[in-house]
């Protein structure tokens, strides 16, 4: 079983910058395709960024493409948001995800089979 912590939420003036970092535990990080989803209130849960088991590919919506950044430390079992040049619309509940081993890389919540509890990012215009 596999367990995914967020941290490094909070709230943000427009223009700001935010790191997100998911730490995991509970075995196989390293094999596992990794992503960042997001829900809004009223809204559906929707894909922000994923990276490869490697770390060697990444893949973002196009919303936020050119201002996130994903990235991995399978050495220390990590995972990180850096959202930059934040706008008001980005306001939402972020959540951390994880594959089962050797799946992967996908965009959809249904190919990932752990979730964090879950860290609100606020903007403020």
């Known amino acids: 079983q596999v367990q995914l912590v967020e941290s490094g939420g909070g709230l943000v003036q427009a223009g700001g910058s935010l790191r997100l970092s998911c730490a995991a535990s509970?075995?196989?990080?390293?094999?596992?395709?990794m992503g960042w989803f997001r829900q809004a209130p009223g809204l559906e849960r929707e894909f922000v960024a994923a990276?490869?088991?490697?770390?060697?590919?990444?893949y973002y919506a196009d919303s936020v493409k050119g201002r996130f950044t994903i990235s991995r430390d399978n050495a220390k079992n990590m995972m990180y948001l850096q959202m930059n040049s934040l706008k008001p619309e980005d306001t939402a509940v972020y959540y951390c995800a994880a594959t089962r081993p050797f799946s992967n890389v996908a965009s959809t919540t249904t190919a990932y089979n752990y979730w964090g509890q879950g860290i609100q990012v606020t903007v403020s215009s």
């Open positions: 509970g075995g196989a990080f390293g094999v596992r395709a």
């Open positions: 990276v490869s088991r490697s770390g060697g590919s990444t």
